[in-house]
C-alpha cells in the first residue's frame, strides 16, 4: 500500500558525499520502519541503514560514522546522508518502508563512487 519514490543518486569522486531521498505515498501513517538497502553488481542486496517511528536507528557496519539516516516528523520521508563515500559503496540503493502488513521497496537510485 505504500509507494516510494528515491532521487539523490549519481556519480561522484571517493571521499565525496551524496544525499539520498525516500518520499513515501499511499498509507504513509501505517509505516513503523524505513530503511535504505543497497545491490551492488553481482552480489546480494544488504541493509544500510534503518529508522522506526520512535527513531531507532541501526546501520551497518561499514557505513557507520559515514552514512546517517533521518525521517520527517510525519514520518513519509526518509534521507540517508552518505560522507566519506568509499568505491565500495557504488550500488543501487534501495528506500524500504515496512507496515505491521506489508513490505514496500522503492525503483532503486544508482550510486556509483568512482574517480
Known amino acids: 500500500q505504500v509507494q516510494l519514490v528515491e532521487s539523490g543518486g549519481g556519480l561522484v569522486q571517493p571521499g565525496g558525499s551524496l544525499r539520498l531521498s525516500c518520499a513515501a505515498s499511499?498509507?504513509?501513517?501505517?509505516?513503523?520502519?524505513m530503511g535504505w538497502y543497497r545491490q551492488a553488481p553481482g552480489k546480494q542486496r544488504e541493509l544500510v541503514a534503518t529508522?522506526?517511528?520512535?527513531?531507532?536507528?541501526n546501520y551497518a557496519e561499514s557505513v557507520k560514522g559515514r552514512f546517517t539516516i533521518s525521517r520527517d516528523n510525519a514520518k513519509n520521508r526518509v534521507w540517508l546522508q552518505m560522507n566519506s563515500l568509499k568505491p565500495e559503496d557504488t550500488a543501487v540503493y534501495y528506500c524500504?518502508?515496512?507496515?505491521?502488513?506489508?513490505?514496500?521497496w522503492g525503483q532503486g537510485t544508482q550510486v556509483t563512487v568512482s574517480s
Open positions: 529508522i522506526s517511528t520512535g527513531d531507532r536507528i
Open positions: 524500504n518502508a515496512r507496515t505491521i502488513i506489508d513490505n514496500s
Open positions: 499511499g498509507n504513509s501513517f501505517s509505516i513503523v520502519v
